[in-house]
């Protein structure tokens, strides 16, 4: 933790450096001391050190200074640190001044120039308010502070980044929070171009883009090397075993994720029937576990980056990615994972972000408390979202589509359900309009039975309807289902034969390799595959089996 502030202000350069040297002798191992020799300049240094989450223990300042007063920059400084204790430099001349300043504006103390021997004039009276000041202190959050509007969608893109990559913030809403509305003053930034991301060195970004962000925070987003044993592209729990398996087998392994390492299982609340966790662990744990783990291999993860293309030459497998730069590797798994398939409905699009989101976006929970939340979906990630709200919601609304939960979500998630009392399950029911001007006000929902239909009044809607890959930059070089999954294995056979269409090798596919030898598919993008947090990780684990396989006949 940084050390809390005293800062000493006088126009006078001699009584400014004996203060701050009697102040730094005494209390320098547990406070910094900082000078400023004006009232203006003390103010200008408080707004930097507010910017920095800072804290101020003490205000000192010497009542004759041009300008600006010491009772006048006490009365200012009162405002941008309330809990900061405030003692008032004068001479024998001023001491009505002084007793004034006590009675009006909570000067705590004034000490009388000059202070020696400060063993007995300065130090007692300082002893005495920093203990007070210390009997009261809450040290601040000392990492990140976004600033922004609960509705706006990049408030909540920025909020979402950081929570899915393990980076905790502070998140300050500029319509509740007058603290908020300060910085954002103190920072000379327009209300209207939100979201503000604060750093603890005084920086800050506005309206940042996700590669912004992950610069500044440390992530990696380019590759240190041009060549890897292998590549994997995507960093859910298919592509994060991967990454563990490969390089603890010895294979200079590469992970790109354009988003955040755990994938959609990443935003999962809670995980319950994961072998081994018999108290569940969330999505964001088992991410962060699986992180550290492949890290600790040697594994490269670049974070967020893109993968838009592959080109094949010789025994090489190259990779294009999105901002313009090339890697090539040996072996090449794709574990691309799904999206959540969109809601083509009236006003959802246009309200995402402001009220509608797809899947759990946990970092909403908090601001949904005492509200009613509504949830669309039936399998096993609705109904943990459901669970996870209800903590926080006065009410969960699930809507079913069908007659029932029981065709797609486990029955562990079910129990819970009906022994939660402020959730309610609506079957045979959809969402046919979204309402709002800026953010969610109104749902319409009709009764898929009798077309029946009612407005409710909601401000939160969580989408969970099912996913779809996104593997259309793939077209012409990897073979597809009709919906665009990935065929590998015996799912390729062409005309009757185990082999498609221009494998040039003597073998037949592995079990999880693509039409392209050396490429694989694993987890959720595969066509066929178990639409499973353990099963993902199963395929990713064996696959490095397999990449082996191919790479002893290639070197």
């Known amino acids: 933790m940084m050390k809390p502030v005293i800062l000493t202000v006088d126009d006078d350069p001699q009584v400014l450096q004996a203060v701050a040297k009697d102040l730094r002798q005494q209390y320098g191992d547990r406070f910094r001391i900082m000078r400023a020799d004006s009232g203006k300049t003390a103010l200008e240094t408080l707004e930097k050190l507010k910017l920095r989450n800072e804290t101020v223990a003490l205000f000192l300042a010497d ?51 000059p202070w020696d021997p400060p063993q007995e004039k300065l ?27 609960r509705w706006s969608p990049d408030s909540h893109q920025v909020k979402d ?37 604060l750093f603890s060195d005084g920086s800050s970004l506005l309206q940042p883009q996700n590669v ?3 610069e500044k925070i440390g992530l990696q987003t ?5 060549f890897y044993d292998l590549i994997i592209v995507g960093g859910g729990p298919a592509g994060l075993a991967a990454a563990v398996y490969g390089a603890s087998e010895g294979l200079r392994t590469l992970m790109i994720e354009k988003e955040a390492p755990g994938g959609q299982a990443g935003t999962s609340s809670r995980i319950e029937n994961y072998l081994g966790f018999p108290v569940g662990l969330s999505g964001g744990d088992l991410a962060r576990r699986a992180v550290t783990q492949a890290r600790r291999f040697g594994v490269e993860i670049l974070t967020p980056q893109e993968v838009q293309g592959i080109r094949v030459q010789d025994q090489y497998r190259i990779i294009q990615l999105k901002d313009g730069g090339e890697i090539s590797c040996h072996a090449l798994i794709l574990a691309l994972g799904v999206a959540w398939r969109r809601l083509n409905v009236p006003g959802i699009e246009r309200l ?22 509504y949830i669309i979906g039936a399998a096993n990630s609705a109904g943990q979202g459901a669970m996870y709200f209800s903590k926080y919601a006065s009410k969960v609304i699930i809507l079913v589509r069908g007659d029932s939960l029981t065709k797609s979500m ?28 800026t953010s969610l006000s109104e749902l319409t929902l009709v009764n898929n039975l009798t077309d029946e239909q009612e407005t409710v009044s909601a401000s939160s809607l969580f989408i969970f309807i099912g996913a779809k890959p996104s593997t259309e930059w793939l077209d012409g070089v990897l073979e597809k289902d009709d919906r665009g999954f990935l065929l590998a294995g015996v799912d390729l056979k062409h005309n009757g034969s185990n082999r498609p269409k221009g494998w040039y090798l003597e073998r037949d596919p592995f079990l999880l390799e693509t039409n392209v030898p050396g490429v694989f598919a694993v987890g959720d993008v595969r066509h066929g595959s178990v639409k499973r947090v353990a099963s993902g990780v199963g395929e990713g684990s064996i696959c490095v089996q397999f990449v082996h396989n191919y790479l002893s006949k290639v070197l």
């Not at 380019?222 to 041009?226: G, L, V, W, Y």
């Not at 486990?410 to 979204?434: F, G, R």
Request: aromatic share 10%.
């Open 123 to 149: 130090f007692p009276v300082i002893d005495d308010l920093i203990d007070d000041w210390m009997a009261h202190f809450r040290p601040p959050f000392e990492g990140i502070r976004v600033i922004g509007n």
């Open 410 to 437: 486990s029955q562990y998630l079910i129990d819970q359900i009906e022994a939660t009392p402020n959730i309610e399950v609506k079957i045979n029911t959809s969402v046919v309009k979204a309402k709002g001007e």
């Open 212 to 214: 912004q962000l992950a």
């Open 352 to 373: 995402t972000g402001a009220g509608i989101y797809y899947g759990a976006a946990q970092t909403e929970a908090r601001s949904c408390e005492g509200e009613e939340v």
């Open 63 to 113: 009542q004759r200074m041009p300008q600006m007063s010491g009772v006048e920059f006490l009365e200012k400084g009162l405002e941008m640190y309330p809990n900061a204790k405030r003692a008032l430099l004068t001479a024998y001349a001023d001491t009505d001044a002084a007793i004034n300043a006590i009675n009006k504006t909570q000067v705590d103390y004034y000490l009388m120039k």
């Open 161 to 197: 980044f950081l929570a899915r990559n393990q980076v905790p913030y502070e998140w300050l809403d500029i319509e509740s929070s007058e603290e908020a509305q300060k910085l954002v003053e103190y920072a000379d930034c327009d209300h209207l171009n939100l979201p503000l991301v």
């Open 222 to 226: 380019q590759a240190d090397k041009p």
